[in-house]
């Protein structure tokens, strides 16, 4: 029975206590923007918070403490230099962590996990506890605070798309559905990847409005189309393949069984659906899907599941497993038949 690799002595304890001090350190430097101001070589702390707009002294002192775990380096002078660890933060790498840094401790996501008290009593997510509402109702009416969820659940997906690209055999259909795909940036890897698929983007109006620039950019305007929705409603008909990425994640299982059953009406006998999802290891295995879990319980009322409750609830909806294909990322691909 394999164990978390932690440090079982009370510092170890007491690191695992004060890790919250840390992520919200991050979620200051992505916001200032630092890893950018430094992608030229290193500044001093002056020059740092002259250019971020901060107090010297503070930002000095939240840098020093970043630095001190890997994330940037610090040298003489109060000189601070990009880390390995801090190139994540800069705006243009590729497959950049800032925009999920800021997602993470923006007050939408960080008040609703300092609820996870509330949420572990009742079940209710702190989300929906300090804000009154559902994370996905309230960003429709919130367009300010939804760009930061987009923007931060793109950046994070990207090596992910990659991953799933490389997994699955799109080259063997010739249609596909992205159901709830936000922005389009999976359909659009999917169809850069195979020149012989066409896709066809769904999800609610305000978010497919936004699709727009990307599926240009990708010179996809031929091969991919939009179509507005509800899933709760209904679902576009007639593809070959019905994918969901991270939408099952965000729904308990009632909701989650009318999401799947809208699909398997919208499909032939001969479609199948691909749910890419993180899947819940063995007990006491370290996994991010189980830290995952904690912030879907405390933000977005969600929860991630085991195989065994996946195959439960695809079951429930009229369809069987086929395979679980693994990508080279912290989500596999559950590929699924109508019974």
């Known amino acids: 029975m394999s164990r978390p690799l932690i440090n079982p ?25 630092i890893a950018d101001l430094l992608k030229e070589g290193p500044k001093s702390a002056a020059v740092l918070a002259s250019q971020a707009s901060a107090d010297e002294s503070s930002l ?5 403490t970043l630095a001190s775990r890997g994330i940037f380096s610090e040298n003489t002078g109060r000189l601070f230099g990009l880390s390995p660890a801090a190139e994540w933060l800069r ?11 800021i997602m993470m401790g923006e007050q939408w996501v960080w008040h609703s996990v300092g609820e996870m008290l509330h949420s572990v009593r009742t079940g209710e997510s702190g989300f929906e506890h300090v804000f009154g509402a559902r994370t996905f109702d309230y960003y ?9 969820a987009v923007e931060g659940m793109t950046s994070r997906s990207a090596e992910e798309n990659v991953a799933i690209v490389g997994a699955y055999e799109f080259n063997r259909i010739s249609t596909i559905i992205d159901v709830a795909g936000g922005q389009g940036t999976l359909l659009s890897s999917i169809l850069t990847a195979n020149p ?8 609610m109006r305000h978010v497919v409005d936004a699709a727009g620039p990307l599926i240009l950019q990708a010179g996809l305007q031929g091969r991919c189309d939009v179509a507005a ?10 593809a070959d393949v019905y994918i969901l990425k991270k939408v099952i994640h965000d729904w308990e299982d009632n909701d989650a069984r009318t999401i799947l059953s809208n699909c ?11 749910l890419v999802e993180v899947i819940i290891p063995a007990p006491n295995e370290p996994s991010f899907g189980k830290m995952l879990d904690l912030l879907m319980l405390a933000y977005a009322g969600g929860l991630e599941r085991t195989e065994d409750e996946y195959l439960k609830l695809l079951t429930s909806a009229g369809f069987r497993i086929q395979r679980i294909v693994p990508t080279n990322s912290t989500v596999s691909i559950i590929e699924a038949f109508p019974l």
Request: a positive charge.
């Open 9 to 33: 002595s009370s510092q170890g304890m007491l690191d695992l206590i004060s890790g919250f001090w840390i992520s919200q350190a991050i979620y200051v430097a992505a916001k200032l923007g």
């Open 60 to 64: 000095y002192r939240a840098l020093r």
């Open 91 to 101: 705006s243009d790498k590729p497959g950049s962590l800032r925009p999920y840094a």
């Open 140 to 148: 429709a009416e919130h367009p300010h605070a939804a760009r930061f």
């Open 196 to 203: 012989a698929l066409r896709g066809t983007l769904f999800d």
């Open 229 to 238: 929705g509800n899933f709760f409603d209904c679902i576009p008909t007639g």
């Open 264 to 274: 398997r009406k919208a499909m032939s006998n001969s479609s199948r659906l691909l």
